[in-house]
Nanobody, 126 residues
Framework: QVRLVESGGGLVQPGGSLRLSCAYS????????MAWFRQAPGVERQFVGA????????RTGDSMKGRITISRDHAKRTVSLQMNSLKAEDTATYLC???????????????????WGQGTQVTVSS
């Protein structure tokens, strides 16, 4: 069974940066493409970005385009989300997700991902 554990959330001032990490465990063959989504109260789950199994392909959602970098460390079995120029509207619970499939272009659709972490809270406020 694949397990995902997010970390790195917290309180940050507008304009600040934060780096989230997702550690995954379980059979390697079951972890392909990975993604970050976010969920705020009363708002539909939103795609933030994703990375292919190889780590060479990434995709960014419109909401944070130009402000994030996604990377993957196979040795450490982690996926990181570097977020810059944070705004109040970025406040949400950020969730890590994994797909057992490996593609050339990772999906922005939540239902494409089979495994989910519990999330880490990011609050952007002065």
């Amino acid at each position: 069974q694949v397990r995902l554990v997010e970390s790195g959330g917290g309180l940050v001032q507008p304009g600040g940066s934060l780096r989230l990490s997702c550690a995954y465990s379980g059979p390697t063959v079951m972890v392909g493409d990975m993604a970050w989504f976010r969920q705020a109260p009363g708002v539909e789950r939103q795609f933030v970005g994703a990375i292919t199994s190889s780590g060479y392909g990434t995709r960014t959602g419109d909401s944070m385009k130009g402000r994030i970098t996604i990377s993957r460390d196979h040795a450490k079995r982690t996926v990181s989300l570097q977020m810059n120029s944070l705004k109040a509207e970025d406040t949400a619970t950020y969730l890590c997700a994994a797909d057992s499939r490996s593609t050339d272009v990772p999906s922005p659709v939540a239902t494409s991902y089979e495994y989910w972490g519990q999330g880490t809270q990011v609050t952007v406020s002065s």
